[in-house]
């Protein structure tokens, strides 16, 4: 999975996968292999390079509140199609295809076939690294396809629900 990630005034292209039992992140170029464990709440276990770090992520909209010791960052993720996705809602024109940003679980689908839906609508709840992300319509439509079930899984990027 691709993102990008601001933090403070610096824009960063991380590259996320999934190999086996390790995350492999690709930061600027440069790959981290990191074995990531959910301990509770908003906390979590990282090992790196034989070093581990408490770490504390809490999710507000796009951005989270990353905590390490007495160090706190704001991070703000999107991935490389949002700004296409963001011009096709302001436009309204078209089906928009909705689809997960991230590996996971879908955990509820809200919505059927036929639907009305409002932009901002919540379509389908994902888990993700223990952490459920409602999935919302871009624009006001109808729902014309829903192609995931509850308790499947999905990959970054598969094609969740269709608005027109």
Not at 4 to 13: P, V
Not at 97 to 104: C, D, K, L, Q, R
Not at 126 to 147: L, Q, T
Request: charged letters at 25%; one cysteine or more; a neutral charge.
């Amino acid at each position: 999975m691709k993102l990008a990630a601001q933090i403070g005034d610096r824009l960063h292209e991380i590259l996320i996968e999934r190999r086996d039992a390790y995350f492999h992140v690709t930061v600027d170029g440069t790959e981290h292999i990191a074995d990531v464990r959910w301990l509770q709440g908003e906390a979590y276990s990282i090992l790196m390079k034989g070093r581990s770090y408490a770490v504390s992520v809490e999710a507000d909209g796009d951005s989270y509140c990353v905590r390490h010791g007495a160090a706190k960052r704001i991070v703000t993720l999107t991935d490389p199609s949002r700004r296409a996705r963001e011009e096709s809602r302001r436009s309204g024109a078209g089906p928009a295809s909705v689809t997960s940003v991230m590996p996971g679980k879908v955990v509820r689908v809200l919505v059927h076939v036929g639907d009305a839906v409002r932009a901002g609508q919540g379509l389908v709840v994902v888990e993700a690294m223990k952490m459920e992300n409602e999935i919302s319509s871009p624009k006001d439509g109808r729902v014309v396809a829903v192609h995931v079930e509850p308790d499947r899984p999905v990959e970054a990027g598969a094609m969740l629900v269709v608005v027109e």
